[in-house]
């Protein structure tokens, strides 16, 4: 992937692993709850090896394994810390990183990965001192144990249907709650997108996406682009120094609509009615041999990392490029012929979102070509970290569930996302012929139309099991709270809707956050 401070040149990056629950806390908490989970996913340990013909040993490998990973995972950086660009970059010659792990010869292990290279970025180096250090202490019979379950996991729901139905009593029941399994065509479907995404994307939008679409589209996206240049134009808080950076990166957005340019081949990927593994396994070598032929070449900057079909949108720092692939472009997100109001609230808002992860607490630390370098004044800099820290302690406030709380820190970039992106998409709103009138459709005004649509986007559900989990491990808070976040620091929102000073939630003007 790139390096994240010279952007043009690919890097070989090393990040921890080596645990199969979402994150570290499922093995140190000490609560009923987490232990519950361990003492469930050492049952599926035991399951996997008895499917695998090993029914005598799979109580002790499930033992061996939980303290194997436990073990790893203390050494792992939390969620929040792995959101510092910073502090997950550690450049090293290998020769002097090899010094600190002289228990993994990585040497070696550069040569079985097919990789020549003498420098490295390794994003949390704690973790491979620990795993040096636990290679040396643990015997090689729970290793050999260990990656055998990993093996046998990683491929389980690819394999007959007891083990399918194991992985997904554990990570999909259990986890995160879900009552019934994907039905087969749309797993197929799904791996047809994972592993042949470019080829099932030509046909998607060949299909699906129309060129009106992404005039459409591009033209909201230079609109919204328009009124987050004034707004920084009218920063109150930013130095005329900082600002004309500012404004450096956002004009040098790389906009991507729909689907690439440069569809991939897959001529060595072989595929037969009858191996269905054998076929996953091509094209995961062949993803591989691609991934390691960028090495020592120049970033492609024209790359996409979302297939077309994917519903999502994305920023990426390195690349300084907004991307809106042709699934989102899609009702509840965006409709051709729906009213402004519907499209600004919706699919504007998502692009506002997109550009304001440019500027949150991670992206303002990459400049207009991608890389990791300071651009701020320092004294820019510690206001941009006061108003952050504002939206980190308001949106911590928020809990459900019996009382488990958003982690702010960990939610802090989606949040000023949210927040930026809802103020850009109104202002954006307002500058075209709806929004400057007050003509009612369907009994609601342009200005209450827009937050409706805002909010029918995020009309998503979760079950209890799976809201835990994205609450200790998604950098994304709650749909509820990513819908009343931002409405409730908005003044627009309290007038379109006439909320009175005395509801509850209010929020008085000189109390409420804002940064971009």
Do not use: C
Not at 45 to 56: E, R
Not at 70 to 99: C, G, I, W
Not at 290 to 308: H, I, N, Q, R, Y
Not at 319 to 334: K, S
């Amino acid at each position: 992937e790139p390096d994240d401070k010279i952007s043009s040149k690919n890097a070989l990056v090393f990040s921890q692993s080596g645990i199969n629950l979402p994150e570290r806390s499922y093995y140190l908490d000490q609560d009923d709850k987490a232990k519950k989970i361990r003492s469930q996913y050492q049952a599926y340990i035991s399951k996997i090896f008895a499917l695998a013909g090993d029914s005598a040993n799979g109580a002790k490998y499930a033992s061996d394994i939980l303290k194997l990973e436990t073990a790893l995972a203390q050494s792992h950086f939390t969620p929040v810390e792995q959101r510092d660009p910073q502090k997950n970059y550690n450049k090293f010659a290998v020769s002097d990183f090899q010094k600190q792990v002289p228990n993994i010869d990585f040497k070696s292990v550069l040569s079985k990965l097919g990789a020549s290279v003498d420098t490295i970025i390794v994003r949390q180096p704690k973790y491979y001192v620990a795993l040096g250090n636990l290679i040396k202490t643990q015997p090689i019979a729970i290793w050999k144990e260990k990656l055998k379950f990993d093996a046998l996991n990683e491929s389980a729901y690819a394999l007959t249907q007891k083990f399918r139905d194991a992985r997904f009593e554990f990570f999909d029941k259990t986890l995160s709650g879900r009552q019934s399994q994907t039905e087969r065509w749309k797993s197929m479907v799904n791996n047809a997108d994972n592993n042949l995404g470019d080829l099932l994307g030509q046909l998607y939008s060949e299909q699906y996406f129309k060129p009106e679409a992404k005039k459409r589209m591009l033209e909201l996206v230079n609109n919204l682009q328009k009124v987050y240049e004034q707004r920084i134009k009218n920063l109150d808080w930013m130095s005329a120094e900082t600002k004309k950076k500012a404004l450096e990166k956002l004009n040098a957005f790389v906009k991507k609509i729909g689907y690439t340019d440069k569809w991939k081949k897959y001529d060595d990927v072989e595929i037969a009615k009858n191996t269905f593994f054998a076929n996953l396994q091509s094209a995961q070598k062949n993803a591989y041999k691609e991934m390691m032929a960028k090495l020592g070449k120049a970033v492609d900057k024209s790359e996409w990392f979302m297939t077309p079909p994917t519903v999502n949108a994305y920023y990426n720092p390195a690349y300084n490029e907004i991307v809106f692939p042709a699934g989102i472009l899609q009702f509840p997100f965006f409709a051709f012929n729906a009213d402004d109001a519907i499209n600004y609230g919706a699919i504007g808002a998502v692009i506002g979102h997109e550009m304001t992860h440019g500027f949150d607490d991670q992206g303002r630390q990459y400049d207009a070509v991608g890389n990791l370098k300071e651009w701020w004044t320092k004294d820019d800099a510690a206001k941009f970290k006061t108003k952050a820290d504002k939206v980190e302690q308001f949106y911590s406030k928020f809990a459900l569930l019996d009382n488990q709380h958003v982690n702010g820190a960990l939610t802090l970039g989606e949040n000023l996302a949210d927040i930026g992106g809802l103020n850009i998409a109104f202002d954006a709103f307002k500058l075209t012929e709806q929004g400057k009138e007050n003509k009612k459709i369907d009994g609601f005004t342009p200005d209450q139309r827009f937050f409706l649509s805002f909010a029918q986007v995020w009309r998503i559900k979760n079950r209890d099991e799976r809201m835990r989990m994205r609450l200790k491990a998604d950098p994304h808070s709650p749909e509820m709270f990513r819908v009343n976040g931002p409405v409730y620091n908005m003044e627009a929102f309290y007038k379109a809707f006439n909320v009175p000073a005395t509801a509850k939630m209010y929020i008085a003007p000189e109390n409420r956050l804002g940064v971009w």
